[in-house]
């Protein structure tokens, strides 16, 4: 008698399949996991089934299912959300800004005020975004961080720090390989150098978002530092957002008035920095909406109660 298909091993196509799958939030694992997992395994997964699943883990995750979450679980998975969206429309905002800062934008646009008053907009937006998540966020993480020693959860320990090391890591990389491979008799490092820490640096960003999401969604917490999470979360967003668009307004008018410096003459460049930043900043909105929601419904069941 034959083995049958499942004994043998899963193919690359299923793998990936389990892999995509992987990628849904636990609630909706929790729910559907099973059930999809064996469609998979027993139908196989082609290509079109693999970037199926792939895409509805980003539908998933941006707008979590409303009978899969309580009021606190939802806030937190909006949450979760918002900050890896914030945290990629920061990481574009930290690129725009190294390139830029440092190029005498006055000097480059000559009789267009309208860059040097962008680049203005965006670096006041983009720094009380970062105040804001700061004095919103850290009340949270303090709640999680007495939680995780209390139960003496070592493992939530090291996630919430990675928003410290990770960035002190990249820091300390980014350092080293400057020196290593600054040019001779000059001050830059080449631009695929650069692009090759950018990537680092995007990695890193990755890893210090993705550690407190982890642990807010092991360790649970609610309560008033949850709800002003949220609330710090719209407006976070709406800053960054606001900066995002500054740095857009000024890649146009470099890309018409300096035309020749840099790479901003390049259409297909500005074209993917506004494709990133509008689709970060979407993702970013309609999870911050949610998580106000959803902290608006659990403080008004905590008062009825």
Request: charge should be positive.
């Amino acid at each position: 008698m034959k083995p049958g298909r499942n004994s043998r091993s899963p193919g690359i196509a299923v793998r990936l399949g389990r892999l995509a799958l992987a990628c849904y939030p636990p609630a909706w694992r929790g729910r559907y996991g099973e059930e999809v997992r064996a469609l998979v395994d027993d139908t196989g997964a082609d290509a079109r089934t693999i970037v199926s699943l792939a895409w509805g883990a980003v539908i998933i995750w941006a707008g979590p299912p409303r009978h899969l979450y309580d009021p606190p679980a939802r806030a937190r998975a909006s949450l979760a959300t918002v900050l890896a969206a914030w945290t990629a429309l920061a990481g574009l905002g930290l690129v725009f800004g190294q390139l830029t800062e440092t190029q005498g934008l006055h000097t480059l646009t000559p009789g267009h005020p309208f860059v040097q008053w962008s680049y203005s907009a965006y670096a006041a937006a983009a720094h009380t975004s970062v105040a804001i998540v700061l004095i919103g966020g850290l009340p949270l993480c303090w709640s999680m961080l007495r939680l995780a020693r209390q139960q003496g959860r070592r493992r939530d320990l090291a996630l919430l720090a990675t928003p410290a090391i990770a960035p002190a890591v990249f820091l300390a990389a980014l350092i080293a390989t400057a020196k290593a491979v600054r040019r001779a008799g000059g001050t830059g490092i080449g631009p695929w150098w650069f692009l090759a820490l950018a990537a680092l640096g995007f990695a890193a960003a990755g890893a210090a978002a993705a550690g407190p999401a982890l642990a807010m969604h092991r360790l649970r917490p609610a309560g008033p530092a949850l709800r002003l999470a949220a609330i710090a979360a719209g407006a976070a967003v709406l800053t960054m957002g606001i900066a995002g668009a500054a740095s857009i307004a000024d890649d146009v008018g470099l890309y018409l008035w300096a035309p020749s410096y840099g790479g901003y003459h390049h259409a297909w460049a500005l074209g993917g920095y506004l494709s990133l930043v509008t689709l970060a900043t979407a993702i970013a909105s309609v999870s911050a909406t949610r998580a106000g929601h959803a902290a608006w419904r659990f403080r008004n069941d905590t008062t009825a109660a």
